[in-house]
């Protein structure tokens, strides 16, 4: 039996996570994080898409994403196959980096839209790692204090 497949509508963000395969890290130090960032930039410069936040975790990150004109689906396995591909000749590794397909839910009217923003931007506090979201490098929170 195939795996259910993913429903997409172009007029709403979505709140997509993926995890490292057993939980394992996904980015081991600073270049893996700016790797990640650099294949979302060359994906999106040929499947256009929005992020309004994002925060890249230890083993797993966050995305507050929408796309228009390109299902989620396409974009998300575009970005995590690279990377997955860049991970395991970095580290000469082989097999599944991602522990499973990416986790999608739709984000409903802009109440919805600032909770997981929050909720994406308070990820490295609630983990213990940082005091405030502003002290994390790998998050879109600085972003949004360079606009206030």
Known sequence: MGRKLKTWSPEYFYHVVSRGNR??????SSDDFEAFL????????????????YCLMTNHYHIQ???EAFSISKVMSIV?????????????QSGHVFEKRYFDQVILGPIGMYEVS???????????????????????????????
Do not use: G
């Open 38 to 53: 650099y294949i979302l930039l060359q994906t999106y410069e040929k499947f256009p898409f929005e992020i309004t936040s």
């Open 65 to 67: 994403i929408r796309t």
């Open 23 to 28: 939980r394992e890290p996904l980015f081991l």
């Open 80 to 92: 995590n196959k690279r990377y997955a591909n860049y991970f395991n000749n970095k580290y000469k």
């Open 118 to 148: 929050r909720y994406i931007h308070m990820n490295p506090v609630r983990a213990h790692i940082v005091e405030r979201p502003e002290d994390y490098p790998w998050t879109s929170y600085r972003f949004y204090l360079i606009q206030s």
